[in-house]
């Protein structure tokens, strides 16, 4: 059952603390995509990758950082140094390029 | 620069038909995305324009004019499941591989 799953729904942290969120295809996709969402605001993108070993900065890339070690995963850390990291995550995955992007179902995340 | 311009809101009757719009300003132009996402949830694909014209499937159907920038989805038949927020969006960067989103058009469907 081919699809893109990220873990957990939801995730609550403490102001200072790092935390990870999870990202993982099986569609055999090369481009995987991270965006965060805010209420009446469309999807911003916060990093993506091409292949493996590879990662750019999108528009709001300050205080998160990802990597990419291997083609099904591509973890999103959110670390202290991000101001306001209250927000709906999503991941995507597409061949690059045109082609459509899939998205998981996305983590919300609070910090307390 | 890019830009993508969508109505905040929209209501409309169940049965109905209703379009959204969505204007769009982008340096080079490799067509353009409809989705649609339920509250909570992650967007799902509708459509993918890049030829002018009016693209038809089932209920739905996507439009676009490149000359003017502009794309509108109709959706017909409209039933309650329909209420969700649409979004556009246009590939931008080098190799088109990265899309830029409008707000989304918070669509409810009443009774």
């Known amino acids: 059952d081919g699809g893109i799953t990220q873990s957990p729904k939801y995730l609550f942290r403490k102001e200072g603390q790092n935390v990870t969120l999870s990202c993982e295809q099986n569609?055999?996709?090369?481009?995987m995509y991270w965006y965060r969402q805010d209420p009446g605001q469309g999807l911003r993108l916060i990093y993506y990758?091409?292949?493996?070993?590879?990662?750019q900065k999108g528009d709001i890339a300050e205080g998160y950082s990802v990597s990419r070690e291997k083609k099904e995963s591509f973890p999103l850390t959110v670390t202290s140094a991000q101001k306001n990291p209250t927000a709906f995550y999503l991941c995507?995955?597409?061949?690059?390029?045109?082609?459509?992007?899939?998205f998981g179902p996305g983590t919300r995340l609070t910090v307390l | 620069g890019q830009n993508i311009d969508q109505p905040t809101e929209m209501t409309a009757t169940e049965g109905a038909i209703v379009q959204i719009n969505c204007t769009y300003q982008?340096?080079?132009?490799?067509?353009l995305f409809w989705y649609q996402q339920h509250a909570g949830e992650a967007p799902t694909f509708l459509s993918y324009?890049?030829?002018?014209g009016l693209e038809e499937k089932g209920r739905f159907s996507s439009f676009l004019s490149r000359s003017k920038g502009y794309s509108y989805l109709l959706l017909k038949e409209l039933q309650m499941k329909d209420s969700a927020s649409y979004l556009c969006?246009?590939?931008f960067g080098s190799g088109y591989n990265k899309l830029i989103f409008g707000a989304g058009t918070r669509l409810a469907v009443h009774p």
């Open positions: 995507a995955c597409g061949s690059g390029s045109t082609d459509t992007q899939y």
């Open positions: 569609l055999n996709h090369d481009a």
């Open positions: 990758s091409q292949i493996v070993n590879d990662f």
């Open positions: 982008t340096s080079g132009f490799n067509g």
């Open positions: 324009n890049v030829l002018d």
């Open positions: 969006a246009a590939p």
